[in-house]
């Protein structure tokens, strides 16, 4: 059954196979909670979750103006992976050995929880551990691969590992491998299915869950925070902002976060004998080295859901209904797809979406405090299902005044650069696309590029100008 969200009909794959819930109540004029999340995403879910955990006796809103998983979300890949930022490799060089090892290990704890959660609540989400495959399927792609991987032994991980080409081709079947870097923590997941999932185990929780009610502003007001809503002003002991790409609308961090579009197609479901020509026996999450990545994985019904490659942004950071779909980058993903897949060059596509990821200037999530009373947790570049069960328990953490492990990662209360105002700001992005574009052509055309050009690291700056 497919749930239509008004002005957007249908939405993606995973909405039209995720079942309806039903209506949540409206807020009253005046009603006071421990904590209102403004937010009905996995942040703001993952949070309200993680404070009953710690004192089942907390009053918990959550504000959504949509539905539960509308956003990012309901739209993602499904991958519930430890990786965050660019790269392994990059985060050893930009921030260390140790704190890429701290947060190493909280990503792979987050992937761990979010199974064990999923498993002990009986959330339906059609949830598969199979690890992750990054290919290499040209030369620069592969150098970015044995980079991550001199970085995987500088940090002693043991769960990572090389693949040649001989032995990641025999997991599935394409053409285009030259070799492959699998890690073994990470999972697939229905991303609606678990938001919606989610938000049934926390409202049974006692959660208080207000969908459709558009939120103007959150308010610190010294001994308390307001919240005005479409219903009329709520209050809160403390309150966390947890809208990620809409964050971008917010005042505090309307510089934190750029909004990207990323897009996605689907396909038919594939028969067996096709299935036997890909292998791919197991469910293993797939990637690449591209700037602009491809991904791709199975779903239940086996299909493939294949995205990536090219992305879009907009002057002043707008989001609306007419971005989800961008019929070019569709043809481009499919053209990708026949490409790594020859043998599935009759299969057809029944879904294609878009939706809005929220990027930050150093590619990694923000958490921290606006005000003692206002928390945010934003900005996970397209790599949210697993970190945002860790940022859940950071702004737990943070709501409850206490001081952890958690709190001491390297992206909580960052000292990172922030975006610059428009229109210098959709010139950095329309520069650093362009120039990302002819990087990753070029290394698929056979260029032995070594270094990125020297526009996509000028317009890069740009866009990380303080």
Known sequence: ??????????LSYWHDTAPIRPASRRPEPGQRFDAVIVGGG??????????????????????????????????????????IGNSLHQMVRDHGVERTRAVQHATERAVDGLVATVEREAIDCELRRGGLLVVATNETQERKVRRDLAAVEQLGLTAIRELSQEAVQRKVHSPTYRMAMEEDCCAVVHPAKL??????????????????????????????????????????????????AWAAREPGLSRRVLPMYSYIIGTEPIGEDAWAE??????????????????????????????????????????????????????????????????????????????????????????????????YGVGYCGHGVAPSYLGGEILTDLMMGETSAR?????????????????????????????????????????????????????SRLLRRS
């Not at 869950?209 to 209050?235: H, W």
């Not at 010139?427 to 526009?455: I, V």
């Open 407 to 459: 709190t001491e990662l390297l992206f909580v209360n960052p000292h990172t650069g922030r975006f610059p105002p428009e229109p210098v700001r959709f010139a950095g992005a329309y520069l650093t696309r362009k120039q990302s574009l002819w990087y990753d052509e070029g290394g698929e055309a056979g260029q032995d590029l070594t270094r990125e050009p020297m526009m996509l690291r000028v317009a």
């Open 1 to 10: 059954m497919t749930s239509p969200i008004v002005g957007y009909g249908t």
């Open 42 to 83: 996995y942040t703001g879910l993952w949070t309200a979750y993680h404070l009953l955990a710690r004192d089942p006796g907390l009053r918990v809103a959550v504000l959504e103006r949509e539905e539960v998983g509308f956003g990012a979300s309901g739209r993602n890949g499904g991958f519930a992976m430890t990786r």
């Open 278 to 375: 890909v292998g791919w026996s197991e469910w293993q999450a797939i990637e690449d080295k591209r700037v602009n990545l491809l991904y791709y994985r199975r779903t239940l019904d086996g299909r493939i859901m294949f995205g990536g490659r090219d992305h879009t942004a907009t002057f002043g950071s707008r989001i609306g209904p007419r971005y989800d779909r961008n019929e070019h980058i569709f043809g481009l993903l499919q053209e990708s797809f026949v490409h790594t897949f020859p043998q599935l060059a009759a299969v057809r596509f029944t879904h294609a979406w878009g939706g809005p990821v929220a990027m930050t200037p150093d590619f990694l999530p923000q958490f921290g405090s606006l005000s003692p009373r206002v928390h």
């Open 195 to 244: 938001a919606r999932g989610l938000a049934d185990v926390v409202v049974a929780k006692g959660v208080a869950l207000f969908e459709r009610v558009g939120t103007a502003a959150m308010t610190d007001e010294g001994t308390r925070v307001r919240v005005d809503t479409s219903d009329g002003p709520i209050y809160g002991g403390q309150g966390i902002i947890a809208t990620n």
